[in-house]
């Protein structure tokens, strides 16, 4: 009976045309293989072949980049089983979340999964601003990803603002009937702000208007702020995500050049 040699295996295995056609590059340790097997994996491609030292110590970056992604990435999943025992509807809205709280399996972790994340999301987002501010990453040549940046924290905002309704309790309604009143006083936009005489807006047709349809808040709200928060926002948040981390990889990570 012949021995198994495991090398000879390997090595046919590594040589197959099957096998190179997924990792193109092997295994050597030079620096041009580095890169080369960086930017030819589908994971290690998002991040910089090359990274300064100090640009990855925890005390520089507080890791809150990652962690709002990951916090975002919470919310998707745990949304999405939201959505399956929720119906956008002033009817059954709030009688569907009690429903999830209390009978559905996992029904409350999910939801408070899926709040707190929301809640840390808008944390971390603020920290992670900060901290590029203060050491200075905002500068040539990023500075077209941090305007990028300032886009998805005003999208992780309107995620965070239109999700707070879809309870359809009194707290939400109340909570969105104040914040939205900003809108009511908006120059041009809202009839309570000024010169709105501009443009000739009123109750019925002024930006406030425009986020509730209608003149007050309603059923139509409620349906509104639901397309807002599971389909607009996340998408378009996940086109701006995805440039974000190309100009990462492009640019580098943070910190001088």
């Excluded at 002033?90 to 569907?96: K, P, R, V």
Aim: with cysteine; charged share 15%; net charge positive.
């Amino acid at each position: 009976m012949a021995k198994f040699d495991w090398n000879e295996t390997k090595r046919q295995i590594t040589d197959s045309q099957a096998w190179q056609s997924i990792f193109r590059h092997g295994y050597e340790d030079t620096p041009r293989n580095r890169i080369l097997m960086v930017s030819g994996n589908v994971w290690l491609h998002l991040h910089p072949s090359k990274v300064q030292k100090h640009a990855v110590r925890l005390r520089f970056t507080w890791c809150m980049g990652g962690i709002t992604f990951l916090l975002f990435l919470v919310t998707v999943v745990t949304g999405v089983y939201l959505m399956f025992y929720y119906r956008p509807t002033a009817e059954y809205a709030y009688a569907d979340m009690k429903y999830l709280e209390f009978d559905m399996p996992f029904g409350m972790l999910m939801r408070n999964m899926h709040r707190w994340a929301a809640h840390g999301m808008v944390i971390a987002v603020w920290l992670h601003m900060f901290r590029v501010f203060m050491t200075g990453s905002y500068k040539p040549p990023r500075e077209f990803n941090w305007v990028v940046g300032v886009i998805l924290l005003v999208l992780t905002l309107l995620l965070s603002f239109t999700g707070y309704l879809l309870p359809w309790d009194q707290l939400s309604i109340w909570a969105v009937t104040v914040g939205s009143n900003m809108a009511r006083a908006t120059p041009l936009l809202g009839h309570g702000g000024p010169f709105h005489e501009v443009l000739g807006v009123n109750p019925v047709y002024d930006a406030r208007a425009f986020i509730f349809g209608g003149a007050e808040i309603g059923p139509h709200t409620l349906l509104r702020f639901y397309i807002l928060h599971c389909i607009f926002f996340p998408l378009i948040a996940g086109i701006f995500m995805a440039v974000h981390f190309w100009r990462i990889r492009r640019d580098g990570m943070s910190g001088p050049l």
